[in-house]
């Protein structure tokens, strides 16, 4: 099964994607400190990110443009799921390489939707 790397400040957030990804059969990776994650990226090697943007440090635009920049995961499906549902972040995400985007609160239908979605992109471009 795929492995899922979840980047969130907040502790319980990334404990409640965990259990809603590990539920359906994901492997999971969590990083609640946005420095780390490109360290933790580059040694677990995920198959799809989902990053908060609101962190402290390394936001999650900024996370993005970096994950984009490193050639491994160039083309690894990124999703966002963050409180922030304003088109300038929806647009300022796109633009720094997110695949998708997901708005808090959400509904975990709705996010596994999302997941399966790009993971059949993904398949479908190779």
Do not use: W
Request: with cysteine.
């Amino acid at each position: 099964m795929p492995k899922i790397m979840v980047v969130d400040d907040d502790a319980e957030a990334t404990q409640l994607l965990e259990s809603i990804l590990q539920q359906q059969g994901y492997e999971t990776v969590a990083v609640n400190d946005s420095r780390q994650a490109m360290q933790t990226a580059a040694f677990e090697r995920p198959d799809m990110f989902l990053l908060d943007l609101m962190m402290p440090e390394i936001d999650g635009f900024k996370l993005c443009r970096m994950l984009r920049g490193h050639r491994d995961f160039f083309f690894t499906p990124i999703l966002i799921v963050t409180a922030l549902n304003d088109n300038d972040s929806r647009v300022v995400a796109f633009g720094a390489g997110a695949n998708d985007y997901l708005a808090k609160p959400y509904h975990a239908r709705d996010l596994m939707a999302k997941i399966k979605e790009l993971f059949q992109q993904e398949e479908d471009e190779a």
